[in-house]
């Protein structure tokens, strides 16, 4: 039984390194223990890991096994000892039956890296078993007229020992007829024969009963009897004598039943009776072989199938007796011719399940094939399919082992199906497949992989705390823990940012909540990094970023910044009575701190003192005469003015204008009666004082003072027409930069004043004024407000 290579380029070949199975051979020669059979279970053999030079801790972590043809447990080994004992008792008789010597070959398996050594253990005979006669009685029919030295054939016995265990000598029971002598035939087998000492007469004794003994060479031996009787018969000159004493016959163990084997004849010179010849076995074992002969024709015919590898020869012999009770034997030598009838075995000796991903060469499986065929009929290919990363080495006698091709990827492929072809080389050819599954075991090689680089969220302000604002994904390609991601928060590049405040992630699911109410007017925008790490080992994670964009929501009203309205003297606009439709009378200034449409403004005018007189511009909140001004129209007049957002639900804000109708600008401008009077409230001393100074002086002295800061005062207060009070402080605090919309810096003060013309008129604002003047008495800030700069040209 041999094994080959397949060479057919369609499959994947299996290639012998000549040079390593040759170091292999020269280190590897078989150690032989011996043991006499039937020793009891348990025995101690021999101690392998000392006899292989291994040491005793390496049989437990290499997985050392012992490995038997057909997988069968005979011996088993103490890996923590190294020990080799009997697993049963073992009969030589049953293992091998007649082959001596008796010879069982097994391997030591290890892996980590597989190994092999070659073991075999010889059984030695022990004389267990004693002759038997397969018949209990023999009868010769011999003829008076025999003279003595005939020899008469007897029938043997068997014995299942070997060597000089088995018979050696056969012999009779004392009598003054015959004597036994004991021949050595092919095969190394006894046969007694019966010798006529002394001539037989019927008359005198017509029958005789003798014990024949068969006796083996054991110590001590054992024997086996069978009964001989002797019937002397009248007188038949001639025994029956076969054409050849030796017939030699080959037959294919696929013969069909009843078929032919081979065709003995004998001839017998007698007459009548006496030359009638009948064949039939000799020993008369019909049982112990699959044949049948026809007792006239001699034809030896088929009646069981025959299998080569159970029995590959059969002595027969056979005897030809005449009517008369004489008889002559020939001897039968059948071959049996192999044919090709048993598919190749294959034993799977270790087989890993899974194999790690990313891996050099690995060992998945270790395996033996076998055929009982011969010849042709027993060489072997063996090989696998060509669409896998594997390969088929083979490592000792016909063991094979399967190996990773290259590192495997999981990722890529997760799962093989691999079958391996044992292909015999007779004729048909017998094949045997085996099919295994091999599972690739992952590693912890991929990152979590984000689903986008980065991710752009939008939250509007004033949001509810621990709102959902968002989600990051990422997957990881690997699998079990080595696939499970958790994400985490990244410190983010801005030190000031309290990123730790405003976001928070869910670990698991890489949900994303505000945790609290973001303004847009403070923050408008920010960023941070998230990352994503797997539970390998060691981990690997990943990061992408994510950008929070604050939504404005119309949160902030309009804030005016002129006219302002906060508490001082109010700024009252002089239109003289001249001025024609369109005059510029004053300009609403306000500003909102959201953004978008929610800062786009419009003014409104809501109510007037006399309706129609006066409008208002929507878009940049421009007061102007709807109309030019009538002697019927009162001097005075209020306009409320509202300024709205284009938010959802809109916001807005009023600011009350007073405007004073004047034939020029040579009248003195006077306070509103509700400004003095709270003016008046304000500062009462003052008051007294002016009074009484008033009342002291001489008329005629504030006539002629009256008259000079009349005219000195005249081209001061034309100058100075349309001033109005500048507000101390600051404007309020919250009104801070947000990038571009307009809002104003809390650190600055502003001027905002009026110059008119008659069609060209220029209004001045947002001048700062650097210096915060310390407030003054209501006195001076009355004075101050009463100062207009006359820029129409009047005197």
């Known amino acids: 039984m041999e094994t080959a290579l397949a060479k ?10 000549a040079i390593l199975l040759l170091l292999w051979e020269a280190g590897s020669e078989a150690i032989r223990y011996s043991m006499p059979e039937e020793t009891e279970s348990g025995s101690f053999v021999a101690n392998l890991a000392k006899d292989l030079g291994l040491r005793v801790g390496e049989l437990a972590t290499r997985g050392a096994r012992i490995h038997y043809k057909g997988n069968k447990q005979l011996l088993q080994l103490d890996i923590k000892t190294g020990n080799l004992l009997l697993y049963k008792k073992l009969d030589r008789e049953v293992l091998c039956g007649a082959t001596d010597p ?20 010889q059984l030695t005979d022990i004389n267990d078993h004693s002759p038997e006669f397969l018949e209990r009685e023999m009868l010769l029919k011999i003829p008076e007229i025999v003279q003595p030295g005939t020899v008469f054939p007897l029938k043997i016995a068997q014995d299942f020992d070997i060597g000089s265990n088995t018979i050696q000598n056969y012999t009779i029971s004392p009598n003054s007829h015959f004597h036994v002598v004991t021949h050595n035939r092919g095969g190394g087998r006894k046969h007694p024969e019966l010798v006529l000492d002394k001539a037989l007469d019927r ?26 009787r002797i019937e002397v018969v009248d007188i038949n000159d001639n025994a029956p004598e076969f054409l050849q004493s030796l017939y030699e016959v080959q037959v294919p163990e696929n013969s069909p039943l009843n078929s032919l084997v081979v065709a003995v004849s004998a001839r017998d010179l007698d007459a009548g009776t006496n030359g009638n010849v009948a064949y039939a076995f000799f ?30 020869y059969y002595n027969v012999e056979i005897a030809a007796t005449d009517g008369g009770g004489l008889s002559g034997t020939c001897t039968v030598a059948i071959e049996v011719v192999d044919v090709n009838d048993n598919a190749p075995e294959l034993t799977m000796s270790t087989l890993t399940s899974s194999t790690p991903e990313n891996s050099p060469e690995t060992v998945v499986a270790v395996f033996s094939v076998s055929d009982p065929d011969s010849g042709d009929n027993g060489r072997m290919v063996c090989f696998i399919q060509n669409d896998v990363p594997f390969l088929l080495k083979p490592t000792f006698k016909n063991f094979y082992t399967l190996v990773t091709e290259r590192p495997l990827d999981r990722e890529s492929r997760a799962e093989y199906n691999i079958t391996i072809t044992v ?48 989600s990051v994904s990422a997957t990881d390609a690997d699998a079990g823990a080595n696939a499970q991601v958790t994400y985490s928060l990244l410190p983010p590049h801005d030190p000031h940012l309290p990123l730790a405040s405003l976001v928070s992630i869910n670990a698991d699911n890489g949900h994303l909540f505000a945790l609290r109410s973001l303004d847009y007017e403070a923050l408008q925008a920010f960023e941070f990094g998230v990352g994503a790490t797997d539970r390998g080992s060691p981990a690997r994670s990943s990061q992408a970023l994510v950008r929070v964009l604050v939504l404005d929501d119309n949160d902030n009203s309009p804030f005016v910044l002129y006219p302002l309205q906060n508490g001082s003297a109010p700024c009252t606009e002089l239109v003289p009575r001249a001025a024609e439709a369109g005059y510029l009378v004053s300009k609403v200034v306000a500003v909102d701190g959201d953004s978008g449409q929610n800062a786009w403004l419009s003014y409104q005018l809501l109510k007037a003192t006399e309706p129609g007189l006066f409008g208002v511009w929507a878009h940049n909140g421009e007061v102007r005469t709807a109309r030019p001004p009538s002697e019927r129209d009162a001097p005075k007049h209020r306009l409320l003015v509202l300024v709205k957002d284009n938010g959802e639900p809109p916001r807005s804000a009023s600011v009350t204008l007073h405007v004073l109708l004047v034939d020029g600008f040579s009248q003195p401008y006077l306070p509103l009666p509700e400004a003095a009077a709270e003016q008046a409230q304000a500062d009462p001393l003052t008051v007294y004082l002016v009074i009484a100074l008033a009342a002291v002086s001489s008329l005629f002295l504030f006539s002629v003072l009256a008259f000079i800061a009349v005219r000195l005062c005249g081209r001061s207060r034309a100058a100075s027409l349309g001033r109005c009070s500048v507000p101390e402080g600051h404007f309020p605090g919250h009104l801070v930069d947000v990038g571009g919309t307009g809002t104003l810096s809390q650190s600055y003060q502003y001027e905002v004043c009026l110059t008119g013309g008659s069609r060209s008129n ?29 820029s129409f040209g009047f005197d």
């Open 423 to 470: 292909t015999d080389m007779g004729s048909p050819r017998l094949k045997t497949e085996h099919s295994i599954t091999v599972l690739v075991s992952d590693v912890n090689d991929n990152a979590p992989a984000f689903t986008q680089t980065s991710y752009t969220l939008r939250v509007r302000e004033n949001n509810s705390p621990a709102l959902h604002i968002g």
């Open 203 to 228: 008359e005198e004794q017509p029958e005789l009963s003798l014990t024949l003994t068969a006796l083996d060479g054991g110590a001590p031996p054992r024997s086996g009897t069978t009964a001989v």
């Open 102 to 121: 008796c010879i069982l070959h097994f391997q030591l398996l290890l892996e980590n890296p597989v190994q092999f050594f070659e073991a075999d253990l």
């Open 762 to 790: 220029e209004f001045k604002f947002l001048k700062p004024i650097l210096p915060n003047l310390p407030p003054q008495s209501a006195g001076q800030e009355i004075e101050e407000n009463a100062t207009f700069r006359n």
């Open 283 to 312: 020993q008369g074992d019909e049982v112990t072989h699959p044949f049948v002969i026809d007792e006239i024709t001699g034809e030896i015919r088929l009646k069981r199938a025959l299998d080569f590898e159970a029995t590959q």
């Open 8 to 17: 057919t380029p369609w499959k994947r070949q299996v290639i012998f390194l």
